[in-house]
């Protein structure tokens, strides 16, 4: 990904991040609050007082983590899971909520966003399709590349099996919801020296750190940053890669005058929603 295209980028003082302050110039500008969380791992309860309120809530998926239980009983662990979503959301004031899946989302797959959405009634479930808010396209797709080294297997395929389903969304969307990241934008984790066990790591063989990123490891999709350039929408939040939380401004063109933010909002290790007003 072209760094000179990147920008990192810090809210205002309030806290929030504006986007697209020529829509705000505007006699009869509109603005929606967003609020971006994600990957909140069963944390949610202890997550929730901290959630700013806004008119729209978006969570982009892995709201449970996995379990053998959950692999084992799939029907009981999916109504629990709706009645945890659907509490959640009824807890928080927002004047729309939505939800993505992630990976650790394990029993939502086997059921159409109809389904889901007749047995909940505090927040709209996205899987593939889209919902328009005040005017505004919001689309969700939960897909994410396969691991072998990972159960959490929900909505995954071989990445390169992805791209069919991001060369499909739309061209006309405003807010994108993924769990996965675009490829070089906020989707870098450091792989480090026995790092499934958890509290001695081995120390490396040339500096002798006992915490030593072996590696770096990029898991977003090259397939859902052309997507982007294709589509530009307004903002694009996602989660699933943990620790690179924060906003991203993705510039389209020299002048500056196409952009789109981008947000991972994962709660994990770093509880701090995105706030954005969005000027239209
Ligand atoms: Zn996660
Ligand atoms: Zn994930």
Redesign the pocket.
Known sequence: MESNLLFDIKPNKHGVYEVDRDAKERSDARVLRIVHIS?THNKHREYAPHIPGGDVLVHS??FSNFNFFRKWFKEIDYRYELKALDKFFGSLPHKHKIFVA???DLNLEKHTSQEIRNNVKNFTYLQDDWIEIEGLKFYGSPW?ASRSSSR?DAFTEPIEELDSKWSKLPDDIDVLVT??PPLGIRDKEYIYRGRFKTMSFDPCKFCESRAHPLSVHYFGSKGLLDALKRIRPKIHVF???HGTNGVTRLKHNQDGTANTFCSNA?MEGHPTPVVYDLFY
């Open positions: 990957d998926g892995d992630g990976n650790h994410t959490a769990h996965m989660g699933h890669v994962s």
